[in-house]
Structure formats: C-alpha cells, structure tokens
C-alpha cells in the first residue's frame, strides 16, 4: 500500500490571502477549488484550480492543487506534471510536497502501464519515480512515507523485471517447441513423400516385369512351332499317300517296278 499519498494537499487560504487580498480571482478560484476537493468533487476542484492559474500564471500553489486533484482522477501522468511545476518554487515546504506527491504519481502510473502490459512505459516510470523518492529523502531523510515508497517502487521494478524475463523465457521455449514440431512434420511429409515415391517406383518396376514377361512368351510362342490339329494331320497323310500313288503309277509307266528290299546278310 502506498502511504501517505495525497496526504499533503497544499490549502493556502491564508496566505493567498495575505499576498492578495479579497479581489484577486486567484484567490477565489483557489477557495472554491479546495471545497470541491473536501467533498471529493474533483473534477470540478480541477477547474477551479485551473482557473486560478489562468488569473496567476506565475503561482505555484495552484499546480499543486491540480496535481491532487488529477492524482484522484486517476491521471497519474498529468498529476505528476503538474506536481513537477508546483516543484519550481522557493517556498521548502511546497516544494517536498510537491516532490513527494510526484513521486507517488510515477509509482501509480508506472502501476497503471504494468498493468496494461506495456513493460517499457512501467520502467522508465518506476525508475522516475525511485529517482524522485530518493531525492526526497536526500532533502529529508526523516520522510518515513519516502523512504517506504521507495522501497516500494524498487520491489516493483524487480517484480516486473522478473516477470518480463520469466515471459521472454517462456516465449523462447514456445519458439524452440514450435520450431521442433515444424521440423518433426516437416521431416513426417519428406519421409511420406519418399515412401510414396518408393512405393511408385517398386510399382513401375513390377510393370516393366510383367511386360518384358510378356514379350518373352510372346517371343517364345513366336519360336516354338505351331501345335498341329488333326484335321491337318489327316490332310497333310492323304497329300502323302497321293504323292506315293502318283508316284508308282509314274515308274510303272516307265517299266520300273518297285524292288522290295532285303535284309543285308552280314
């Protein structure tokens, strides 16, 4: 918990008073301005402190209580602003307030920009405002509520820290996961693609043996002489004993006679 923020809201009644008098519209504006804060109308506080500072450019008093009203508004970086100009001062007193209130605003904002996940904005705003929270300290080292905001604010730089380089770890891991289940499918497709050319490829071979087994036989069948049917067997004898008709009736015409033959006495 952040302690003591807002705490030191600046009501200089009196001493505007004092520098002023009745008529100055600074005053007025400044009046009304701290009985809007008291009853935590803010905005309207706001616009009286606005306006204060309008009718005195060179007032500091009015910054100040634009800064605890932004501040309740939930503008840390604006209130932090403003508490920054209310820190241009000769007054001591106004300005540890002011350096005080801004350094809680930085620690809110850099909360803020935490929480919205933007890292870079939440550092630079940490780091400004233990910055700020020490140079308090350096001006008042008896400041209890500084020196426990500091503390604070550093606890919150080391978390966030911790937290980005646990996130950036985690975010390596998923890359490196991601990258070996790209490469396990990648190398899952290559290996398919290979048994599918394989498997074409013993595919064609099997093709080609069936057809060079093919031609084979068909050269083979070319080959081999053609099976006789009976009927050509039959026709092919008759041709036969016809030619050995014709031919005896041509010796016979001749005056040959056939011999029958004898075996040979060895």
Do not use: V
Not at 210 to 239: C, H, L
């Amino acid at each position: 918990m952040i302690k003591g923020q807002m705490t030191r809201i600046l009501i200089t009644i009196t001493a505007s008073l004092l520098l002023c008098g009745f008529g100055d519209p600074s005053y007025f504006s400044n009046k009304r301005g701290n009985d809007f804060y008291k009853n935590e109308q803010y905005k309207n506080a706001l616009r009286e402190y606005m306006n204060a500072k309008n009718a005195k450019p060179g007032a500091k008093t009015p910054d100040y209580n634009m800064g605890a009203s932004l501040y309740k508004l939930g503008k840390y970086g604006m209130a932090a602003e403003a508490f920054a100009k209310a820190m241009e001062t000769d007054d001591s007193e106004l300005k540890k307030d002011a350096g005080f209130n801004r350094g809680t605003s930085l620690l809110k904002a850099g909360k803020k920009m935490e929480g919205e996940k933007k890292a870079e904005d939440a550092t630079k705003l940490y780091e400004e405002a233990i910055k700020q929270f020490i140079t308090s300290l350096r001006n008042d080292p008896t400041d209890n509520d500084a020196r426990h905001n500091l503390e604070l604010a550093m606890k919150q730089l080391k978390e966030m820290k911790k937290k980005q380089q646990q996130k950036k770890k985690e975010e390596q891991n998923k890359k490196e996961e991601e990258k070996k289940e790209d490469k396990k499918s990648s190398d899952k497709k290559k290996g398919d693609q290979e048994t599918d050319k394989s498997k074409k490829t013993d595919e064609k071979s099997n093709e080609q043996k069936q057809n060079d087994k093919k031609s084979d036989q068909n050269k083979t069948a070319e080959k081999q002489p053609k099976q006789m049917t009976p009927k050509e067997a039959k026709r092919i004898f008759r041709a036969i004993e016809q030619d050995e008709k014709d031919l005896r009736k041509r010796m016979k015409a001749h005056g040959l006679e056939e011999t029958p033959r004898t075996e040979r006495d060895w």
